[in-house]
C-alpha cells in the first residue's frame, strides 16, 4: 500500500509543535494502525547472544572497538541458554523472539549456534523466531529459514544522505543487499533505523519514504539512548512529544508495516508511552535491550490494554499468523483475552539482563575512528547500567 501522505506533508507535520495539533495527528494515526491490524499486536524480545568488540565504527553503539565506552562483553551463547532467555520471553507474553549478534557477520561456528538455538526455540516454545546476525548470503539466509527462523532484522539506522555520518565502515548498500538476500530466500523483513542521530526533519522523512520503498514487514523504532564515549554520546534526549509525533508520520507513510518501539524508549518517551502506541505502535520489545533495561512485562501489557488491544497469544503461535503476520494476519481466529499465569516481574524468569550478564571492560587503547570525528559525553555523565540483585529489582 502507498503512503498515505507526501513527503511535502510529512516535513509540514514534523514541524508541529502544539500539542492539540500533535494529538490530531496521532489519532489519524491510530485509526491507520486500526484499520490494518485491528487490535492485533506484536510483542517482541530479545537475546544479546554475543556483545563487545565488534570492528565497525558505527557512532551509536558502546560495542564498538572505536568507542571509548567501556566494552559490554559477552561471549557467543550455546543453543542451550539462548533457548532459556526464550522460555522467559515467552512466560512474560511475548509472542516472538530475536537473536541477536554484534557485527557485521559471524564465523562458522557461532552461526551454527545461532541454528541450533533457532531449532530448540522452534521445537520447545510457540515463538516467532527472529535473528540479527549482520550481512549474510542468500545462503545463510535460507540455513537460517531451514533452522526455523521466520523473519530477518537488518537495520538502515537512518536516511541514505546521513548515512556516512553514522557509519563508514558499513556501507548501506550492503545493508540492502543483505535485505534483498533475506526476501529472496522467502524470509520476512525486519528494517528500521534510530531517531536523533543528528539528523534534519527533511533525512527522517526520507528515511521513511526509503523504508516505504524497501516494504519491510516489520520496522522497529529506535531513539538514541547516548552512550558516553561514543560519537553522538553528548546528544540530548528526545523531546518525548516530538518523538510520539515522528512515529505518528512513519505510520502514516508506511500504513502496513508492523511498528514496534525497541531501544531508548523508556529514556526519551518517559510518560508519554501510552501516546506513544497510540501514534500507530503494534508492540514493543519487551524485557531489556542490548545493553541497557527495560521495562516489566507487567507494565508493557498494560499499555496495550489499555488502548483495547489483545495481547493473547495463539497456542501455535509460532506457526499461526495471528495476530502478528503482516501476510495473513486476519486469517484464522484471534486468540482469547491474555490468560493468567503470564509473569509481571523481570525477576520472575530468567530475562536477558544486561545489568548481570555482561561484563564491562576498560579498554586501554582505542584507535581513531575512520571518520575521523571525536568520541563525546554530556557535560554530566549518563547514569551507567549498575548489578542489581533480583530480590531488589522484585520488590
Not at 548498500?173 to 534534519?200: K, P, Q, W
Not at 555523565?381 to 540483585?389: G, I, M, S, T, W
Request: aromatic share 6%; net charge negative.
Amino acid at each position: 500500500m502507498p503512503p498515505l501522505i507526501t513527503p511535502e506533508e510529512a516535513l509540514a507535520l514534523g514541524e508541529l509543535t502544539d500539542h492539540a495539533e500533535i494529538e490530531a495527528l496521532i489519532e489519524r494515526a491510530w485509526q491507520a494502525r486500526v484499520e490494518h491490524f485491528g487490535d492485533s499486536t506484536d510483542m517482541c524480545s530479545l537475546v544479546n547472544a554475543k556483545s563487545g568488540g565488534c570492528a565497525e565504527d558505527c557512532g551509536f553503539c558502546a560495542q564498538s572497538r572505536f568507542a571509548e565506552a567501556d566494552t559490554p562483553m559477552h561471549a557467543m551463547m550455546s543453543p542451550e541458554e539462548i533457548l532459556e532467555h526464550a522460555k522467559a520471553a515467552e512466560a512474560a507474553g511475548a509472542h516472538r523472539f530475536c537473536m541477536v549478534t554484534q557485527g557485521q557477520g559471524l564465523s562458522k561456528r557461532d552461526f551454527e549456534k545461532i541454528l541450533d538455538g533457532a531449532r530448540l526455540v522452534a521445537e520447545q516454545t510457540s515463538l516467532k523466531r527472529c535473528a540479527s546476525v549482520g550481512h549474510m548470503s542468500v545462503g545463510r539466509a535460507q540455513a537460517l529459514k531451514d533452522a526455523g527462523i521466520q523473519r530477518v532484522h537488518h537495520n538502515v539506522e537512518t536516511a541514505e544522505s546521513y548515512y556516512d555520518e553514522v557509519s563508514s565502515t558499513v556501507r548501506y548498500e550492503g545493508r540492502l543487499r543483505t535485505i534483498d538476500a533475506v526476501r529472496e530466500a522467502g524470509l520476512e523483513t525486519c528494517v528500521g533505523g534510530i531517531l536523533n542521530l543528528g539528523e534534519s526533519r527533511e533525512q527522517r522523512v526520507e528515511m521513511a519514504f526509503e523504508l516505504a520503498q524497501i516494504d519491510p514487514t516489520s520496522v522497529p523504532i529506535n531513539m538514541l539512548n547516548p552512550r558516553a564515549g561514543t560519537k553522538f554520546g553528548d546528544r540530548e534526549f528526545m523531546d518525548p512529544w516530538e518523538a510520539v509525533k515522528w512515529i505518528a508520520i512513519f505510520r502514516l507513510i508506511l500504513p502496513e508495516a508492523l511498528f514496534r518501539l525497541c531501544g531508548g524508549r523508556v529514556e526519551n518517551l518517559a510518560e508519554l508511552h501510552t501516546l506513544a502506541v497510540r501514534a500507530g505502535i503494534n508492540g514493543v520489545m519487551m524485557g531489556n535491550f542490548l545493553t541497557t533495561l527495560g521495562s516489566e512485562p507487567a507494565e508493557d501489557r498494560a499499555m496495550f490494554e489499555e488502548l483495547g488491544l489483545n495481547v493473547a497469544r495463539q497456542e501455535d503461535n509460532g506457526s499461526n499468523p495471528r495476530p502478528d503476520n503482516r501476510s495473513g494476519w486476519l486469517e484464522g481466529e484471534t486468540p482469547a483475552a491474555a490468560a493468567g499465569g503470564l509473569v509481571d516481574s523481570q525477576a520472575d524468569a530468567p530475562f536477558w539482563d544486561p545489568s548481570t550478564q555482561l561484563r564491562h571492560a576498560k579498554k586501554t587503547v582505542v584507535p581513531p575512528r575512520p571518520d575521523g570525528a571525536p568520541n563525546r559525553q554530556r557535560a554530566v555523565a549518563l547514569p551507567q547500567v549498575v548489578q542489581v540483585p533480583a530480590d531488589e529489582r522484585a520488590a
